[in-house]
């Protein structure tokens, strides 16, 4: 089923060059959310090998960081409840999360060290997501703990 999805890729990077171009999601935030933390756990960093395919001996990676080896970094997934969102100046209003909704955030961290715990209310910080086929990037400037 792999090699046949592959195949169905390449074909239509063949017919269709301008579909094959990298292209990354359109932007969510910048924006500033705070909420209480209903549900967390924390994922270790993973090797992610690139996709492609082999044509007569040779590599053809796809396109963007899907063709290229890259490694997840570690982090916390944790799920915000009672949420308030401020969406900054270079926010797209209609990319950004909303205010009141169940926020799931991705937060990058080295260690599952307790750092984030269940039952905190956090403040994240310019939270930003963005990538390509290949994956998402998050991004935030600090976390400020309200209360622990």
């Keep these: 089923m792999k090699t046949l999805i592959t195949a169905a890729i390449l074909l239509l ?3 269709c060059p301008e579909l094959s171009k990298a292209a990354p999601i359109p932007q969510v935030g910048p924006m500033h ?8 756990s924390w994922n270790a960093d993973r090797f992610v090998k690139g996709s492609g395919i082999y ?7 796809m396109s963007g960081s899907l063709g290229h080896d890259r490694t997840i970094p570690a982090h916390y997934r944790i799920l915000l409840k009672k949420t308030r969102v401020e969406s900054l100046e270079t926010a797209v209003a209609s990319r950004s999360y ?3 909704s169940d926020i799931t955030l991705v937060i990058n961290h080295p260690a599952n060290d307790g750092y984030l ?3 905190m209310r956090i403040k994240v910080y310019d939270y930003t997501v963005r990538g390509d ?3 998402d990037w998050y991004s935030f400037s600090r976390i400020a703990i309200k209360r622990r």
């Design 13 to 15: 990077s063949v017919l």
């Design 33 to 40: 959310i705070e909420g209480v933390i209903d549900s967390i």
């Design 55 to 61: 044509d007569n001996g040779k590599w053809y990676p």
């Design 98 to 100: 909303k205010s009141g």
């Design 117 to 119: 715990m269940k039952g």
């Design 133 to 135: 086929e290949g994956g």
